[in-house]
């Protein structure tokens, strides 16, 4: 089962800043929150993760609450292209079968002009 | 930039038909993965590879579907024989081995309709 907990939908509009929560409140010491998001009939893209500290990069940032049992991915200045099902992801690093992507049924983003 | 491919996109069969995926990681990735989504739902892992050999395989239906990465780069998932419940889209990604670049790149995808 997967780890966290993210609404079902949300909608922004165009140009705003889209502020997608996440709750983990089962996470352990080393996992880490990754964010993925999934264009409709495309595959799921990789947009950031984080361990305890902010972090942003060119598409989002994500803020990580200091007891680290939830989250926020924030796109800055959302378009239409921004519309997709976003998944908050709790899981250790690397490539072992311990580190395997449970996807749960993320957050239905929409972007309204 | 660098995809990883599949094919074919669609794919139609009857049920009790023999089927295949095929997938072409990025080069240099020795991590593949082979996932399937039910529509509404997110993508669940089928099987790891770690180039030639299966790392996590126990949520692949073992007596109907079967993978295989033969020397470690290109990969193949097939079903026989296909049931209805196959229907869904199945997903290719692939990763380096490396603890500090973990980022998993997905393919298109393939779509099964099973009839």
């Known amino acids: 089962d997967a780890k966290t907990t993210q609404p079902t939908s949300m909608d922004c509009a165009e140009g705003r800043a889209a502020n997608l929560p996440c709750n983990h409140s089962t996470i352990s010491g080393n996992e880490y929150v990754y964010w993925y998001r999934q264009i409709h009939s495309q595959g799921p893209q990789y947009i950031i993760h984080g361990l305890k500290n902010n972090e942003t990069n060119e598409m989002a940032s994500l803020i990580i609450t200091e007891d680290r049992k939830s989250s926020t991915l924030i796109l800055p200045h959302a378009t239409l292209r921004d519309t997709a099902v976003y998944y908050c992801i709790v899981r250790f690093p690397g490539y072992s079968s311990a580190s395997k992507i449970i996807f749960g049924s993320g957050t239905r983003l929409s972007i309204r002009p | ?115």
């Not at chain 2, 073992?62 to 296909?82: C, M, N």
């Not at chain 2, 980022?103 to 099973?114: A, E, K, S």
Request: proline share 5%; net charge negative; glycine share 6%.
């Open chain 2, 1 to 115: 930039e660098a995809e990883v491919a599949q094919s074919p996109r669609y794919k139609i069969t009857e049920k009790s038909q023999a089927v295949a995926f095929w997938c072409d990681p990025i080069s240099g990735h020795a991590t593949l993965y082979w996932y399937r989504q039910i529509l509404g739902q997110g993508p669940e892992l089928l099987v790891q590879f770690q180039d030639e050999s299966v790392v996590d395989d126990s949520q692949l239906p073992k007596d109907r579907f079967s993978a295989e990465r033969l020397k470690g780069v290109d990969s193949t998932l097939k079903i026989q024989p296909a049931e209805l419940g196959d229907s869904a889209m199945y997903l290719c990604a692939s990763s380096l081995v490396d603890r500090a670049s973990d980022t998993q790149y997905f393919g298109p995808g393939t779509r099964l309709t099973v009839l």
